[in-house]
């Protein structure tokens, strides 16, 4: 099954999530929110928990880890835009948050973390931000970071079937307009299948007529 490549550079992507920063949370916040949430509910993090969140953008999912955490537990976050960050250091201070969440401008293809030091990790539609030959690299970060039985949530676009005008008219849009659009339907499931994470349990949903999964995985 044929899945779209992503035709943007880093930079590109870096400087268009700088300039949507402002207006992040209204165009994709109320939509995308049902998602994360399930997501989150999946990991069910427990008090005392080292977390980490990959593409936290503007932060409400890292505020609702930090949570759940707790002052014991530790949620670390990694953007690659400085005003993403900005936003959610603001966001994190406000909420009393900020003994409990780090925060890290940075690419996620190489985590700065120490191995086996994490109980947990989410990304919520970030993973599909990520070009074809860059997604096992940076699950196989994901799993080198995890401690031994960790878990992995995942929220992404899905790839499962190639039916669907919506699909057709995304990809359409992502093919022509590469840095506006730049996430596209993967095969998340697979994904983390051949990066030897063992799936536990894996749901499909719909966004606007296009298709969602959100698989909940683990570190053998």
Known sequence: MHISRVNR??????ANYNKISK??????????????????????IQEGENVL???????????????????????YGIDI???????TCLKVKKAGLSE????KCSDASVLPFEACMLDAVFISFTLELFDTPEIPILLNECKRVL?????????????????????????WFHTKFPVL??????????????????????????????PVEIVLAKKD
């Not at 550079?9 to 870096?14: D, L």
């Not at 835009?81 to 936003?87: L, P, R, W």
């Not at 409990?100 to 925060?103: A, D, E, K, S």
């Not at 299948?193 to 499909?204: C, I, W």
Request: with cysteine.
């Open 9 to 14: 550079t880093k930079e590109e992507a870096k």
């Open 23 to 44: 207006w992040y949370d209204l165009l994709t916040g109320l939509s995308e929110k049902k998602y994360r949430d399930a997501g989150i509910q999946k990991l069910d």
């Open 53 to 75: 969140e990959i593409g936290f953008g503007t932060g409400n999912c890292i505020l609702n880890l930090a949570k759940s955490a707790g002052k014991s537990g530790r949620v």
């Open 81 to 87: 835009s400085e005003n993403m960050v900005d936003i």
């Open 100 to 103: 409990t969440v780090i925060l």
């Open 147 to 171: 401690k031994k039985g960790g878990r992995i949530c995942i929220v992404a676009m899905s790839k499962k079937t190639n039916s669907g005008l919506m699909i057709t008219l995304y990809e």
């Open 181 to 210: 659009v730049d996430c596209r339907p993967i095969l998340l499931q697979k994904e983390l299948e051949e990066t030897g994470f063992q799936v536990n349990n894996a749901s499909d949903h719909f966004i606007w007529g296009l």
